[in-house]
Structure formats: C-alpha cells, structure tokens
C-alpha cells in the first residue's frame, strides 16, 4: 500500500512539472515576439520609458482575459471640454454625389493662425469611422490644434485608391480654407493608425504623385503636409506576406503576379524621398497583423534618404495596442513632443480667458 502512494505521488509530481514547464514555455517562449532592437528605437532622451511589454502573445491574452490590462472604450469617450468647440458631419469634398465629411474639434478663443492635424482612422480600409479618434481629437485641440478627424470611402463602396484620394482631399480643404478655419496652412499633420496609419504615410510621401490627387475638390491647393505620425501602419505591400495577406487583395483586387507595379504604388516605402516630411512611428514588436519589420525597414529608408523620424519600437505590445491605457497615454505625449519640435511656431496663440 505504501508503495502505491509512493509511486502515485512520483507521478503527481512528474504530471505538475510537465504542466508546468508547459505553461511557462506557452506563456514566456511560445508566440514570443522578435528581439529587442534598442538601436533602432529614436526618441528624444527627456520623454519617459515606455510601459513594459508582455513577454509572448499568449502571455498578453492572458492577462487581458485576467482583467489585468486597462484599455479605453473608444466607443465613449470623455465629454467636450469646455475650451473646445466641435462641429460633427462637416463636408470637406464630394466625389459625384458622394459627400466627403469629418469632424471638426477647435480649441476656443483661437487669435493667431495655429497648427491643423487630421486623424485617419483604421479598419483595414474596409470599418472603421471617423469617431474613433475623438479622444485624441479633443486632446490635441485642447493643446492649441484645429483637429480634424477625416472619415472617407471604405472598400465596400470604393477600393484603391480611393481613400487615398479622399484624405488628400481633407488636407486640401484644410488648407484651402486656413484662414476661416484660423489653421496656418504650412503647418498641417496627418495621423492614422494601422490602416490610417497607411493613409497618413501615402499623404506624406506621395504629394508628387498627381495620379492619386483624386478629383474631391480644391484641386488647385497642395496636399503635402508637414508632419507625419504613422502607427503600425503597413508600409511596403511587395513582401511575401503583404501581398497575399487577404486584407490586402481585397482592397487592391489585382493579384502581385497581375500587377506588381500597383502593390508598389500602394507602398508608403516606395515613395520616400529626402523632400518628405519628419515622421512618427509608433509599432509594437508583438503586431501579428503588420509585422514591426515593416516600420523597421521604413526607420530605415527615412535615415538612408535623410528625412527627420522618431521611432517608438514598443517591446510586448500588439497592433492596436493604444487602445490599452498606458500606451494611448504614452502615445499622447510623445505625438505632443514631436508636434513641438516639427509642428508649432510662435505663430501659434489661443487666447487666454
């Protein structure tokens, strides 16, 4: 008998071990995300460590389905601040009968002309709404902005190149309209992410190319702008993986095989040049949607060419991941930093109440 609790025993301990070294493999080494890259990572040296990262993908979902990571319903966002005023559904275009629209965020009491920033949101160019940066909408307009947040034509109803077309339509309307809007039209900055991400590279890089100006109005105004912030936006749709992931055929329609010259086309990479404007990036090493060796390549090309960037290479974070509190957080101060050092001017006043 005592032979029998002894081998029972021996095999309990054996089974915990196992399951064990099991879950420490699943949660510390299965699904781990590349190696840390601090030489690729440029930020100035006064902004504050980023919050620390989950060690695999299994390891963050976890402790997501534990409850321990906070994240931000974009669905209901704060209330308007008292120092800004909104206008929804405002028309910046219209393609035929189709009305271009976006909301409008201003900090009150404006007297000089200030900066313009346009936020592109995500979706895979086929969800997504113009909604879902107000935070950061009604954030930076209470920092001194004139803050649009763009919705344009999702894939169901137009594909490539269409929502390229539409952003560079609201850059033109703003600048177009600079004076009512009280915006200094030399100092515009696009934003976007993952998909948006995408748009707002296209805005930055592709101001020289005329076949993507589209025909949404203001036509004889430049859609270049001055700043770029890209987070975990895809940047070169030739990889072996880009140009056959299906979120990506479905929005080009043509195969790489049929037509690599559109998938070119459609890469933010292909169109860097030293006339571009500084850049933002923002990519978490744990993307398993667009892998962070597409914003590494794109660091890349912008120091090869001589174009300014930061870089904000996030260890253990995921694509999406500002929507979790601390890094939407983080990704409010380091946006406000760069706009700081490329964006304002003392040009920029709003007067004091």
Request: aromatic share 12%; hydrophobic share 35%; charged share 25%.
């Amino acid at each position: 008998m005592k032979f029998r609790y002894k081998k029972f025993f021996r095999i309990s301990i054996a089974l915990f071990a196992i399951l064990l070294s099991t879950g420490l493999w699943w949660y510390f080494f299965d699904s781990r995300a590349p190696q840390s890259r601090p030489d690729l990572v440029r930020l100035p040296d006064s902004l504050p460590k980023p919050p620390k990262g989950y060690p695999t993908t299994n390891a963050l979902m976890l402790n997501y389905a534990l409850g321990f990571i906070e994240t931000i319903d974009i669905s209901a966002p704060p209330p308007l601040p008292s120092d800004v005023t909104e206008e929804l559904d405002r028309e910046y275009g219209r393609v035929g009968d189709r009305v271009l629209l976006l909301d409008l965020f201003t900090p009150k009491n404006i007297t000089k002309p200030t900066p313009g920033v346009l936020f592109i949101h995500g979706g895979g160019w086929s969800s997504g709404d113009k909604s879902d940066y107000r935070i950061y909408a009604m954030h930076f307009a209470q920092q001194g902005y004139v803050v649009g947040c763009v919705g344009y034509r999702l894939k169901k109803e137009a594909t490539y190149p269409a929502a390229i077309e539409d952003v560079k339509c609201a850059v033109r309307w703003m600048r177009a309209h600079a004076e009512l809007l009280h915006v200094d039209p030399d100092r515009i900055a696009v934003v976007g992410g993952s998909a948006g991400g995408h748009l707002s590279m296209m805005v930055g890089y592709s101001s020289d190319v005329p076949e993507l100006e589209g025909d949404g109005g203001w036509m004889e105004t430049s859609s270049s702008v001055q700043a770029v912030v890209d987070l975990y936006g895809p940047t070169d749709f030739t990889t072996p993986y880009a140009r056959t992931h299906k979120t990506t055929t479905s929005y080009l329609i043509k195969s790489y095989e049929e037509d690599p010259e559109l998938y070119e086309q459609c890469s933010p990479l292909f169109h860097v040049d030293a006339n571009d404007p500084p850049t933002l990036i923002f990519q978490g090493t744990l993307d398993d949607l667009v892998p962070v060796t597409q914003s590494d390549r794109l660091a890349a090309k912008l120091e090869s060419v001589g174009v300014p960037f930061w870089y904000d290479r996030l260890d253990g974070w995921p694509h999406t991941m500002d929507i979790v509190q601390p890094i939407g957080e983080r990704v409010k101060i380091v946006v406000g930093a760069f706009f700081d050092e490329y964006l304002r001017s003392d040009t920029a006043s709003v007067k004091e109440e």
